[in-house]
T-cell receptor, first 115, second 116 residues
Framework: AQSVTQLGSHVSVSEGALVLLRCNYSSSVPPYLFWYVQYPNQGLQLLLKYTSAATLVKGINGFEAEFKKSETSFHLTKPSAHMSDAAEYFCAVSDLKDSSYKLIFGSGTRLLVRP | EAGVTQFPSHSVIEKGQTVTLRCDPISGHDNLYWYRRVMGKEIKFLLHFVKESKQDESGMPNNRFLAERTGGTYSTLKVQPAELEDSGVYFC??????????????FGPGTRLTVL
C-alpha cells in the first residue's frame, strides 16, 4: 500500500530564510507525487507535481521539489521565504495502477514565517 | 471560470441528525472526488465518480455515508445519522482528464462539519 510521511507538523522559518518541507513516500510502483498548499479559508492548490519526467520539478511561487528514488523522498524547497508563504502544505502520492488516480496525502506541515 | 464550490462552508449538527453536503465541480469535469480530513490527521479519500457512476468507493467509512451524483453534474454526500467521529473537513475535487501526465485535481474550499 502506498503511504506518505511528512516530517514535522509545524516548521518555522524567518522571512528570507530557506524553506525545506520534508516528504517521504512508500510505493511499490513508480509514483506520481504532488505538493499542495492550503491558505486559510481556501481549498487546496497544486504547487507542483512529479510525473516521471525531470526529477527536479519547479512549481508556482518559487517552490521546487526534487524526486530522489534512492531516498524515496520528494522534499519541497524555496530559497527565500515570504510572509505570504505561511500556509499548510500537503505532500501526496498517486498510484498509476489505480484507475481512479486518487490521492494519498501526508498529514500536512504548517509553515510559519517570522518577520 | 468558476472553481469547485462546496456548500455549506460550515455545518454544526447534533449526534443522530442528518446532514447533506453539496459539491459543484468545475464545468465539464467528469471526475469528482470526495475527501475528508479529521482534525489533526491526514486528508483521506472517500470516493470517486466518473460522471454519474461510482468508480471507487473504497474509502467510504460505513453505510451511514451516501454519495450521489445525479446527471453527472453536482454531487451530494449525506451522513445519516451523524456520529461524533464524523466531524472534520470534507473536501471535494474535480478533474477533467485521468490521463496520468495531465491529471490534476482541483479542490474546493471544503465543508467543516461539527457533530456535537
Amino acid at each position: 500500500a502506498q503511504s506518505v510521511t511528512q516530517l514535522g507538523s509545524h516548521v518555522s522559518v524567518s522571512e528570507g530564510a530557506l524553506v525545506l518541507l520534508r516528504c517521504n513516500y512508500s510505493s511499490s510502483v513508480p509514483p506520481y507525487l504532488f505538493w499542495y498548499v492550503q491558505y486559510p479559508n481556501q481549498g487546496l492548490q497544486l504547487l507542483l507535481k512529479y510525473t516521471s519526467a525531470a526529477t527536479l520539478v519547479k512549481g508556482i511561487n518559487g517552490f521546487e521539489a526534487e524526486f530522489k528514488k534512492s531516498e524515496t523522498s520528494f522534499h519541497l524547497t524555496k530559497p527565500s521565504a515570504h510572509m505570504s508563504d505561511a500556509a499548510e502544505y500537503f505532500c501526496a502520492v498517486s498510484d498509476l495502477k489505480d484507475s481512479s488516480y486518487k490521492l494519498i496525502f501526508g498529514s500536512g506541515t504548517r509553515l510559519l514565517v517570522r518577520p | 471560470e468558476a472553481g469547485v464550490t462546496q456548500f455549506p462552508s460550515h455545518s454544526v449538527i447534533e449526534k443522530g441528525q442528518t446532514v447533506t453536503l453539496r459539491c459543484d465541480p468545475i464545468s465539464g469535469h467528469d471526475n469528482l472526488y470526495w475527501y475528508r480530513r479529521v482534525m489533526g490527521k491526514e486528508i483521506k479519500f472517500l470516493l470517486h465518480f466518473v460522471k454519474e457512476s461510482k468508480q471507487d468507493e473504497s474509502g467510504m467509512p460505513n453505510n451511514r455515508f451516501l454519495a450521489e451524483r445525479t446527471g453527472g453534474t453536482y454531487s451530494t454526500l449525506k451522513v445519516q445519522p451523524a456520529e461524533l467521529e464524523d466531524s472534520g473537513v470534507y473536501f471535494c475535487a474535480s478533474s477533467q482528464d485521468r490521463a496520468p501526465r495531465s491529471h490534476e485535481q482541483f479542490f474546493g474550499p471544503g465543508t467543516r462539519l461539527t457533530v456535537l
